[in-house]
């Protein structure tokens, strides 16, 4: 039986659903304009579908690889796209909620192994979407790749999965 066999629709909107909020989560936590924000907001699809390839046993991830998982992926990166900087505290609650949620699924549905590279690879995406552009910078110059609040955030993030930060 296979992983896509074994979750369900509603398990899968889970999965694509929570690496969405997440790093939608860490993307908000520190505006970064709009040009900043919509890169965020690209490496979200991209950092998901990359960590699916890099765990290619993983039937969890593989589900990613379908064409409509790819395009509800796209879907819903592209449904929170905004040009003003959204309220932390308006998305981070939904979001962490959904982190425990998804760690509860796996748990059930998962080994403890193939979990993990699950919450490890949100956890890196999250880590890929805050480094993507720098925070404080004036035309280019200075700033800090990672700001001290999407720090923040992504550990949030790993504990709501129940997981570690990569080391």
Same mark, same amino acid.
């Given at each position: ?8 629709? $509603? ?38 579908? $990359? ?5 290619? =046993? ?10 409509? =998982?790819?395009?509800? !992926?796209?879907?819903?990166? =592209?449904?929170? #796209?905004? $040009?003003?900087?959204? =309220?932390? #505290? ?10 425990? @949620? !998804? ?10 192994? *193939? ?11 999250? *880590?890929?979407?805050?480094? @993507? ?5 004036? !035309? ?8 001290? &609040? &999407? ?6 993030v790993a504990r709501a999965l129940k997981t570690t930060l990569p080391a």
């Amino acid at each position: 039986m296979t992983m896509q066999s074994q979750l369900t629709d $509603d398990e899968t909107t889970l999965l694509i659903r929570t690496a969405v909020m997440a790093g939608m989560t860490v993307a908000v936590s520190k505006w970064s304009g709009k040009t900043g924000t919509l890169a965020e907001f690209e490496v979200i699809g991209k950092g998901l579908r $990359d960590a699916a390839r890099a765990y290619p =046993n993983n039937p969890i991830l593989a589900v990613l690889e379908s064409d409509t =998982n790819k395009k509800a !992926l796209a879907d819903m990166v =592209n449904q929170f #796209q905004t $040009d003003a900087p959204m =309220n932390l #505290q308006d998305v981070k609650p939904f979001a962490l909620r959904r982190c425990d @949620e !998804l760690a509860e699924m796996l748990t059930a549905k998962a080994s403890p192994e *193939q979990a993990d590279e699950v919450k490890q690879a949100i956890v890196v995406m999250c *880590q890929r979407i805050a480094e @993507e552009s720098k925070e404080g910078d004036f !035309l280019g110059f200075g700033g800090k790749r990672v700001s001290p &609040e &999407e720090t923040a955030v992504i550990g949030e993030v790993a504990r709501a999965l129940k997981t570690t930060l990569p080391a």
